[in-house]
């Protein structure tokens, strides 16, 4: 069945100019911010969401028509309401999400702080639960909808330091897999994308070897191919997600070898 053409002007342009209507999550810096760019310069319309608004009206200066600014800050479930109404108003119809907005906090001496816990799946998986829920009435307005959401290679094996980060990834990996099990019999296109070390505001104050660091520009470039593709899980680059996999399969391997060389706990707290 044909769908009625959206009545929204950003929605009618674009479906008649065979153009994408796009919604970026943690787009006002790094590989989000990078994925805008290619994709305004390739004349798809991106509605850009984050928490720095300053960040966004920066970022949308040079294409003012092709990029419509949300600001709103995916963990917070009611915000994020409220951000769905405001997209409502912007579109009809979605072609193409990409939650990219994400945090990073590592454990130091195995700290356990929940609420650091909490902060970083409201970004990384909460946030992402949020994203998918506004934009599923308008990702059922398209001919050919994709979500993907943007988890990490960490989630592959337990690295030291990344109990809050690695388990927020691979929270969303499941869930993403659980997604596109739940749409396999509906038109919804369903891809995680999982980088190594890409060279952003969030991995400028690592202090360790970062193996094979990216520019978010690669990422970008990287991404897009892969959904120009058809698979469902993007991983990059090759010669970090290779190791990685197999030694998810090896795992005594990783634990016996790799992670005490990468640990920085030499005794247990006992207090
Ligand atoms: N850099 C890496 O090595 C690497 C590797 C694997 C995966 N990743 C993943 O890639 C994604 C993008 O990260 P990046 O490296 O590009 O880092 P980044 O430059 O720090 O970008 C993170 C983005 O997320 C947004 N964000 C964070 N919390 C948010 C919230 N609560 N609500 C709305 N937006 C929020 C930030 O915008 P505001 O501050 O404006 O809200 C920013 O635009 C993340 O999911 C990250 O986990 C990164």
Redesign the pocket.
């Known amino acids: 069945m044909n769908r009625p053409l959206p009545t929204s002007p950003a929605g009618r342009d674009h479906q008649l100019a065979g153009k994408k209507i796009a919604w970026i999550?943690?787009?006002?810096?790094?590989?989000?911010?990078a994925l805008v760019r290619r994709l305004v310069a390739e004349g798809h319309f991106v509605i850009v969401?984050?928490?720095?608004r300053d960040?966004?009206l920066k970022l949308q200066q040079p294409s003012p028509k092709l990029i419509k600014v949300l600001t709103?800050?995916?963990?917070?479930d009611a915000a994020m309401v409220e951000a769905g109404r405001a997209l409502a108003e912007i579109t009809d119809q979605l072609d193409l999400v990409i939650a990219?907005?994400?945090?990073?906090e590592y454990e130091d001496d195995l700290e356990l702080d929940v609420k650091r816990y909490r902060r970083v799946f409201?970004?990384?998986f909460f946030?992402v639960v949020n994203t998918l829920r506004q934009a599923l009435p308008l990702l059922a307005n398209s001919r050919a909808p994709v979500f993907v959401a943007?988890?990490?290679?960490?989630s592959v094996v337990g690295f030291p330091r990344a109990e809050a980060?690695g388990a927020s990834?691979a929270a969303l990996s499941y869930f993403m897999d659980s997604v596109r099990a739940d749409t396999s019999r509906v038109r919804l296109r369903t891809v995680l994308v999982?980088?190594?070390?890409?060279?952003?505001?969030?991995?400028k104050s690592n202090d360790f070897d970062?193996p094979f660091l990216m520019s978010?520009e690669r990422a970008a470039e990287r991404i897009l191919r892969g959904l120009s593709g058809n698979a469902s899980v993007i991983d990059f680059p090759r010669r970090l997600s290779w190791p990685l996999r197999m030694l998810g399969v090896l795992r005594p391997v990783w634990y016996k070898l790799c992670a005490p060389r990468m640990t920085r706990i030499r005794k247990l707290r006992n207090t």
Do not use: E, Q
């Not at 709103?72 to 917070?76: E, F, I, R």
């Open positions: 999550t943690g787009a006002s810096s790094g590989i989000g911010a969401s984050g928490r720095n960040a966004l709103c800050d995916v963990g917070d990219c907005a994400g945090v990073c409201d970004a990384n946030g943007v988890g990490s290679l960490s980060y990834k999982r980088p190594g070390f890409i060279d952003t505001p969030l991995t970062m978010p």
